[in-house]
Structures are given as structure tokens and as C-alpha cells.
T-cell receptor, first 117, second 116 residues
Framework: AQKITQTQPGMFVQEKEAVTLDCTYD???????LFWYKQPSSGEMIFLIY??????QNATEGRYSLNFQKARKSANLVISASQLGDSAMYFC??????????????FGDGTTLTVKP | EAGVTQFPSHSVIEKGQTVTLRCDPI?????LYWYRRVMGKEIKFLLH????????ESGMPNNRFLAERTGGTYSTLKVQPAELEDSGVYFC??????????????FGPGTRLTVT
């Protein structure tokens, strides 16, 4: 079974500073995808970034980067130059592997990020 | 291109009543998923359709929940009879038919269900 652990229920960061949101995962499957989603107070789930288990380089998308350490089974999200609009709940998720036809995602409990002005 | 839509956005019902949630996936997406987040806990998988077929319904909590996807387009999730512990946010997501985990799931805005 797959498991995602987000150990930080809440995080605070000063505007314009960088912040790291932790995510560790557990799976016995050799192939998997890791995702981060943002859920603002309005409720929708916004895709941020993806990392494949076989990708050699860490994924980056604008101000978002994923610090992928496969041996440690961690996939931390780094947000650089925080903005007030970054205040939201952030979820780390893992997709089922190849042999389940684009299967379900497993989510962590989420981290609430608050950006202070 | 329209995203995943869900209806209603919010539903308040009494214990014992029936509620039907609807999800319209992105056009052409064969995969459709239902998830829910209860009482601020983690988002949990409910079930997965590939077109009109149930690929995986291992997350359905009990037989009070019934999901359908007639014709492989929109899907409904019926809760009958609703219990207090069913309160939460129900998300629908869709993705293209690809047999690799790299494709993101596009989420709808969710339906907030409150059972009183």
C-alpha cells in the first residue's frame, strides 16, 4: 500500500522568503508519480508540480521546485519568493504505478501555509 | 476548454435523506475519480471509472454510496441514506486515458456536503 506523510500541519513564512513543505512517501512500486496540489480557501484543487520516479532532475515550475530524494523517499516542495496569495493548504500526492491503468492518487494530510506580510 | 465541474457546490441535508452529487469531467477524459475529505482529514479515494466501467471501487465506504457513470460521460454519486459522518468535501477528478502515472488528475471545485 502507498502512504504519504506530511508532518507539518501548519507553516508560516514571511513574504518574499522561501519555504519548504515536507513530504515523505512509502511505496514498494518502482514506478510512480509524485504531485503537489494547492487548495486555497475557495476550495478548488490546483495542480502545481509533478515528479516522476525515474526523472533524473528535480522538477521546477516557476517559483515551485520539488526537492526529490529518492533514497530517502522524500519529495519536498520549495516555494521561492513567497507571496500573500500562496497562503493555502498544500497536498502531496502519489499516483498508482503503471500496471493499474492511471489509477488513484494517495494524499497526505496537507500543510496549511500562511504567508505573513 | 472547460474544466471539471461539480454540482451542487454546497448541499445541506438532514440525516436519513438522500443526496446526489454530479461531476462533469473534461471532455474526452476516460478516467473519472471520486475523492472526499472528511472533517479536515486527508483526501481519500472513493472510486475510479474508466469510461462507464468501475475500475476500482475499493475506497467506497459502504453500500450507502452508489456511483454511476452512464454513457461514460458525467458521473453521479448518491448517498442514501446520509449519515452525519458523511459530511465533508467531495471532489471529482478526471484524466486522459493513459497507462502511465505521469498525467495529472484535473480536479473539480468540490461539493461541500453537510449532514445535520
Amino acid at each position: 500500500a502507498q502512504k504519504i506523510t506530511q508532518t507539518q500541519p501548519g507553516m508560516f513564512v514571511q513574504e518574499k522568503e522561501a519555504v519548504t513543505l515536507d513530504c515523505t512517501y512509502d511505496t514498494s512500486d518502482p514506478s510512480y508519480g509524485l504531485f503537489w496540489y494547492k487548495q486555497p480557501s475557495s476550495g478548488e484543487m490546483i495542480f502545481l508540480i509533478y515528479q516522476g520516479s525515474y526523472d533524473q532532475q528535480n522538477a521546477t515550475e516557476g517559483r515551485y521546485s520539488l526537492n526529490f530524494q529518492k533514497a530517502r523517499k522524500s519529495a519536498n516542495l520549495v516555494i521561492s519568493a513567497s507571496q500573500l496569495g500562496d497562503s493555502a493548504m498544500y497536498f502531496c500526492a502519489m499516483r498508482d504505478p503503471l500496471n493499474t491503468n492511471a489509477g488513484k492518487s494517495t494524499f497526505g494530510d496537507g500543510t496549511t501555509l500562511t504567508v505573513k506580510p | 476548454e472547460a474544466g471539471v465541474t461539480q454540482f451542487p457546490s454546497h448541499s445541506v441535508i438532514e440525516k436519513g435523506q438522500t443526496v446526489t452529487l454530479r461531476c462533469d469531467p473534461i471532455s474526452g477524459h476516460d478516467n473519472l475519480y471520486w475523492y472526499r475529505r472528511v472533517m479536515g482529514k486527508e483526501i481519500k479515494f472513493l472510486l475510479h471509472f474508466v469510461k462507464e466501467s468501475k475500475q476500482d471501487e475499493s475506497g467506497m465506504p459502504n453500500n450507502r454510496f452508489l456511483a454511476e457513470r452512464t454513457g461514460g460521460t458525467y458521473s453521479t454519486l448518491k448517498v442514501q441514506p446520509a449519515e452525519l459522518e458523511d459530511s465533508g468535501v467531495y471532489f471529482c477528478a478526471s484524466s486522459p486515458r493513459r497507462n502511465i502515472p505521469t498525467y495529472e488528475q484535473y480536479f473539480g471545485p468540490g461539493t461541500r456536503l453537510t449532514v445535520t
